[in-house]
């Protein structure tokens, strides 16, 4: 089963808006990922937080953790064309795996 | 450095055929990981080696057998295909630390088709 899930399942939004997108999931983490994916193409990492942190930063990238929700947010601002992707979350729970889940797609209009 | 490579990029294999599909790091990682990846799904483990010498079972094992060769290459065998196993498969690799697990590095794919 699914460690993460992801909300909304797809995103549309006009080019210069932000999107945000939410994770959810079930037990205590070590931390949790971001990873895009664009179109046939592998996933590439976005951000790390670690289950002590509660906000981190990269570029256009926002993420939040709150663990007594057991939830997260990741935020693009000022989109892009080229951000249209599908966007993937991951815990790691210790137990050497990372859980995915079904993703959220968003496609960014010009 | 090339990352996480994967051969072959496509197959197309008739239903009962096998083949091994290769999957090599040359980021000294620990850990090394088989998914697939279905139309509008996330990912599915397959199966994982924590490190050189071991390999574990993830979510979907059935029809698939790995081998850990040595610390950079990490091997996915089919023995005998069916067409439900017609996906996209990714390897990736990561390093394990005491405080939880490093961001993980994908290659770029194998899509394989079983008629």
């Known amino acids: 089963s699914q460690q993460g899930e992801e909300d909304p399942q797809a995103l549309s939004i006009q080019e210069g808006e932000n999107a945000t997108m939410n994770c959810s999931y079930k037990?205590?983490?070590?931390?949790l990922q971001w990873y895009r994916q664009n179109s046939g193409r592998g996933l590439v990492h976005l951000i790390l937080i670690r289950s002590n942190e509660r906000e981190k930063h990269s570029g256009r990238l926002r993420v939040t953790l709150d663990t007594s929700k057991k939830s997260s947010s990741l935020l693009i601002t000022a989109s892009r064309a080229a951000d249209t992707a599908s966007y993937f979350c991951?815990?790691?729970?210790?137990?050497?795996?990372?859980?995915f889940g079904a993703g959220t797609t968003v496609t960014v209009r010009a | 450095n090339a990352g996480v490579t994967q051969t072959p990029k496509f197959q197309v294999l008739k239903t009962g055929q096998s083949m091994t599909l290769q999957c090599a790091q040359d980021?000294?990682?620990?850990?090394m990981y088989w998914y697939r990846q279905d139309p509008g799904m996330g990912l599915r483990l397959i199966y994982y080696?924590?490190?050189?010498?071991?390999?574990d079972k993830g979510e979907v094992p059935n029809g698939y057998n790995v081998s850990r060769l040595n610390k950079r290459e990490f091997s996915l065998r089919l023995e005998s295909a069916a067409p439900s196993q017609t996906s996209v498969y990714f390897c990736?690799?990561?390093?394990?630390?005491?405080?939880?697990?490093?961001?993980?590095?994908f290659g770029p794919g194998t899509r394989l088709t079983v008629l």
């Open positions: 080696s924590a490190s050189e010498g071991t390999t």
């Open positions: 990736a690799s990561t390093i394990v630390r005491d405080r939880g697990m490093d961001e993980q590095f």
């Open positions: 037990t205590s983490i070590n931390n």
């Open positions: 991951a815990t790691d729970i210790g137990d050497y795996k990372l859980s």
């Open positions: 980021m000294n990682h620990n850990s």
